[in-house]
């Protein structure tokens, strides 16, 4: 069975300002589709942030690729 994983850019803006980035991120995920939500919602859970404001995914793609987290 194949391994997928999600590549992507992001962007997380927080209510009391600032925010970060990330570039070419990469995750694991079960099946071949993650939506932007749900990918928002797990960098959020996984990366513990607080008091997040909008957060914006792009340049989704999915890849064939070994899992990497045991």
């Known amino acids: 069975m194949a391994e997928h994983r999600v590549v992507f850019d992001f962007e997380v ?7 970060i980035q990330g570039q070419e991120f ?3 995920i079960e099946g071949t589709d ?12 996984d990366m513990r942030l607080l008091m997040v404001g909008a957060v914006r ?8 690729e070994a899992h990497k987290r045991v």
Request: charged content about 35%; glycine content about 10%; aromatic content about 6%.
């Open 13 to 19: 803006d927080f209510s009391n300002g600032g925010g």
């Open 26 to 28: 990469r995750l694991d």
């Open 34 to 45: 993650i939506s932007d939500a749900e990918l928002a919602d797990y960098i959020v859970r």
């Open 57 to 64: 995914i792009v340049k989704k793609r999915v890849i064939e």
